[in-house]
C-alpha cells in the first residue's frame, strides 16, 4: 500500500530496469494509478507500446480495478 516497484523486462525474462518509490496505492489513489505507473514507464525508458502486467494492491478493492478471485486450477483464458 506504500511501496511501488517496477520492473523492465526484456523479451527474455531479464530485468533491464528497476526502480521503487513511496507512491504505492495510499498516494496513487490521490495521484492517479496511470499518472505515476507512467512517469515510472518513462523514466525507465519503457516505450509507449510496452505491454504492462500490474499486481499487488493495485488489483485490490482500493486499487486501480479491482481483480476479482479466480478459483484454482484455473485456465490462463479464466486470469
Known amino acids: 500500500t506504500t511501496r511501488l516497484r517496477v520492473w523492465l523486462v526484456d523479451e527474455a525474462g531479464n530485468v533491464i530496469a528497476e526502480r521503487r518509490g513511496d507512491d504505492g496505492l495510499i498516494t ?3 495521484a492517479g494509478f ?3 505507473l507512467e512517469g ?4 525507465m525508458g519503457a516505450p509507449e ?3 504492462v502486467i500490474i499486481c499487488g494492491m493495485a488489483g485490490s478493492r482500493q486499487g486501480w480495478l479491482e ?5 484454482v486450477p484455473a485456465p490462463i ?3
Open 34 to 36: 496511470s499518472t505515476i
Open 67 to 71: 481483480a476479482p478471485y479466480v478459483s
Open 49 to 51: 507500446t510496452m505491454p
Open 77 to 79: 483464458g479464466a486470469i
Open 40 to 43: 515510472h514507464l518513462a523514466a
Open 28 to 30: 496513487a489513489q490521490a
